[in-house]
């Protein structure tokens, strides 16, 4: 059976900007062949079985020649599989897309394009600058400024010169002066606006606003490099007035995230649309406990229990899939009542269409100990981590509440390594974000013995993560409540100060 290829467009960078789509694609891909500077958030998209082929392709280096790359698609497709080539930017725009399918077409293979979001418009819009302008510019041309080792640029810069409108030249930072001198010498105007966006859309994101006949002195001063996007014309002076991205709260800040990777989504998403660098440090991993007779028992007897009570989402998913697997659902709860500790556990139980009927008003587990004691008037199941926090069941036991401990499943770490890490932390101040005790001591773990941690800025959901950033030395801000929300306010509160 003959497979099928699509090329993806994935846009300039930031993961946002792909479309739905290419999103739809990825997630039905059996194969994806990947460029770099791809997100690493779009790979996350993959099935856990799909192949991943990294072509790396970068300027004037290719680890595997386009003519290898075509070859790829087509043995993949040949063997029935459903692939995907992820591409930056537009698969038609410079991105040799045609030439892919070129060898697909010649041997029957069915493809399909989903364009991209290309730099060219992405990355000025990203830097303030509207590549047209009914008072400025009134056309936009599309220039490659990438030329083969050796070769001269093949622009018709007198063309460019005398069409006027915005020039944007993708690919072109290592022969910028040869541009700017070219369309100099073709009659444009010294003081012709124009503009040099180093990594557009990504929190890295740098710029250089000048005039053309300064524009490579003052690219090649501010150590600006590939990959970058040329604006050349009167709407690159726009920028500093229209320049919303580097206006982001966030915009120049670095945080570390260490929540487990499944669940870092919410929050690294939030915190890059206030325009953080995110760095990616999982420090810990849920796993499930798949064979767990005392979990099968007490399932299997749960109108025995007054309540059940989740601390956390993972909790409530170990919970009802074992409930699943012994042939059962929601309606073996019957009249039992659920507790959650806080408002993403009880959202967890919302995507299953229960709602909990407890929440404390402050989300740690001595609120939900001291509630259900008010309120339970039978045994409570604790379904939950196997190196939870002792104070639930201490508290539940000083106020008499029956209760069954059930470890559903084992906080694992993952043993990140520290090698890209340890250059932020002796660059200055590290801002850290936890979300509970367990990613402290992983956090802290994954370093060499000896860590200076006097520079981390522990930035934490509550005040029992609080204590255990105190115990290793680290500096702490806590959170107003243990949310995410409360967590991402916390950091825009120390940001400002």
């Not at 003081?191 to 890295?204: N, Y």
């Not at 045994?379 to 939870?388: E, K, N, Q």
């Not at 509550?462 to 105190?470: D, K, L, R, Y």
Request: with cysteine; hydrophobic share 45%; aromatic share 6%.
């Amino acid at each position: 059976m003959t497979g099928k290829v699509t090329l993806v467009g994935a846009g300039p960078g930031d993961p946002g900007l792909l479309p739905r789509k290419g999103e739809a694609a990825l997630r039905a891909a059996e194969v994806v062949v990947y460029d770099r500077l791809i997100a690493p958030e779009l790979l996350e998209l993959l099935p856990p079985t799909a192949e991943r082929i990294d072509v790396g392709k970068e300027a004037d280096h290719h680890p595997v020649p386009q003519w290898r790359i075509n070859e790829i698609l087509l043995e993949k497709a040949q063997e029935g599989k459903n692939v995907v080539r992820l591409k930056g930017g537009d698969p038609f725009l410079f991105g040799r897309g045609g030439e892919e399918l070129d060898l697909l077409a010649q041997h029957h293979i069915p493809f399909e394009v989903v364009p991209g979001v290309t730099s060219a418009l992405a990355v000025p819009a990203y830097a303030g600058i509207p590549v047209t302008h009914r008072d400025y510019a009134s056309s936009l041309h599309i220039v490659t400024g990438h030329a083969k080792a050796g070769s001269p640029l093949q622009i018709n810069f007198r063309a460019l010169a005398e069409a006027g409108g915005t020039c944007v030249f993708l690919m072109g930072v290592s022969a910028l002066e040869r541009i700017c001198d070219g369309l100099l010498a073709a009659g444009m105007a010294t003081e012709t606006s124009a503009a040099v966006v180093e990594r557009g859309t990504l929190p890295g994101q740098r710029k250089i606003v000048s005039n053309l006949g300064h524009l490579a002195e003052e690219t090649r001063r501010a150590d600006l490099h590939s990959p970058a996007v040329i604006v050349v014309g009167e709407v690159a002076a726009l920028s500093d007035r229209f320049d919303w991205f580097d206006m982001l709260p966030l915009k120049g800040r670095t945080v570390v995230v260490t929540r487990p990777k499944r669940r870092a989504g919410a929050l690294r998403s939030r915190l890059r649309e206030l325009g953080a660098d995110v760095v990616d440090y999982p420090c810990i991993e849920t796993v499930p406990r798949l064979e767990n007779p005392l979990l099968e028992q007490c399932l299997a007897q749960i109108s025995h229990y007054d309540w059940v009570a989740f601390t956390s989402s993972a909790g409530v998913e170990v919970f009802f899939d074992a409930l699943w697997r012994l042939g059962l659902d929601s309606r073996a709860l019957g009249g039992v009542k659920l507790a959650a500790i806080g408002p993403s556990t009880a959202q967890a139980l919302e995507a299953r269409h229960l709602r909990a009927d407890f929440m404390p008003t402050v989300y740690d587990t001595e609120h939900l100990a001291l509630g259900l004691a008010q309120r339970t008037n039978g045994p409570v199941l604790l379904p939950r981590a196997a190196l939870g926090s002792p104070i639930l069941p201490r508290v539940l036991e000083e106020q008499g509440v029956a209760f069954t401990d059930v470890p559903v499943y084992d906080t694992v770490f993952p043993g990140e390594h520290a090698d890209a890490l340890l250059p932020l932390l002796a660059a200055g101040e590290t801002w850290v974000t936890f979300t509970s005790a367990s990613t402290v001591r992983g956090f802290v773990g994954s370093l060499p013995e000896g860590t200076d941690l006097s520079r981390v800025l522990g930035l934490c959901i509550g005040p029992q993560t609080a204590a255990e950033c105190a115990r290793h030395g680290i500096r702490t801000r806590v959170a107003r409540e243990a949310t995410v929300p409360a967590l991402v306010e916390l950091i825009l509160k120390v940001a400002g100060e």
